[in-house]
């Protein structure tokens, strides 16, 4: 698809080289997103310790659900429902801190390509870095919930 906008236009082409040539314009895209990327990779390590919290409930709800020899008792039953709420709660933790990954990539995309392109795009950048901490608090917001859930314990009838 490149390779035909180029041949369409060799003056494209041309023009590309030019302003890929400039090593100052490079470095300030690289400059420009490396606090985004920083941040980046401070959302994959809270994504990480989500996701251990996640697979440790599914696979607890999973041994709680199998039918067992025993009745099913009204504190197996509170425990479950318990770990259901946790379960939501740090999916939903989960959604939101992808959803913070996804948008500041693209940032830093938009950052990068912003050394090419003369259109001034800074309010839309200021935008979507809007958009990521949002998403990066309500994420953690959610996570803050589930771990006080988790701390609180589940609810028994005889307490």
């Given at each position: 698809m490149i390779a035909n906008l180029i041949a369409a236009d060799p003056m494209l082409a041309l023009e590309i080289i030019e302003r890929t040539?400039?090593?100052?314009?490079?470095?300030?895209?690289?400059?420009?997103?490396?606090?985004?990327?920083?941040?980046?990779?401070?959302?994959?390590?809270?994504?990480?310790?989500m996701m251990a919290r996640l697979t440790w409930l599914a696979g607890r709800i999973e041994r709680l659900a199998e039918p067992s020899e025993g009745a099913c008792n009204i504190s197996h039953a509170n425990e479950l429902a318990w770990l259901r709420r946790r379960r939501k709660l740090a999916r939903l933790a989960i959604k939101f801190s992808t959803g913070a990954a996804v948008v500041i990539s693209f940032e830093i995309a938009v950052l990068f390509l912003s050394a090419y392109i003369e259109p001034r795009i800074g309010t839309f950048v200021a935008v979507l870095w809007i958009v990521?901490?949002?998403?990066?608090?309500?994420?953690?917001?959610?996570?803050?919930?589930?771990?006080?859930?988790?701390?609180?314990?589940?609810?028994?009838?005889?307490?």
């Amino acid at each position: 698809m490149i390779a035909n906008l180029i041949a369409a236009d060799p003056m494209l082409a041309l023009e590309i080289i030019e302003r890929t040539a400039s090593t100052p314009r490079v470095r300030q895209a690289l400059e420009l997103s490396l606090a985004p990327a920083f941040l980046l990779v401070g959302i994959g390590s809270i994504m990480n310790v989500m996701m251990a919290r996640l697979t440790w409930l599914a696979g607890r709800i999973e041994r709680l659900a199998e039918p067992s020899e025993g009745a099913c008792n009204i504190s197996h039953a509170n425990e479950l429902a318990w770990l259901r709420r946790r379960r939501k709660l740090a999916r939903l933790a989960i959604k939101f801190s992808t959803g913070a990954a996804v948008v500041i990539s693209f940032e830093i995309a938009v950052l990068f390509l912003s050394a090419y392109i003369e259109p001034r795009i800074g309010t839309f950048v200021a935008v979507l870095w809007i958009v990521t901490v949002s998403l990066l608090i309500t994420g953690l917001i959610y996570f803050l919930r589930e771990t006080l859930l988790a701390a609180d314990g589940p609810k028994t009838d005889g307490v």
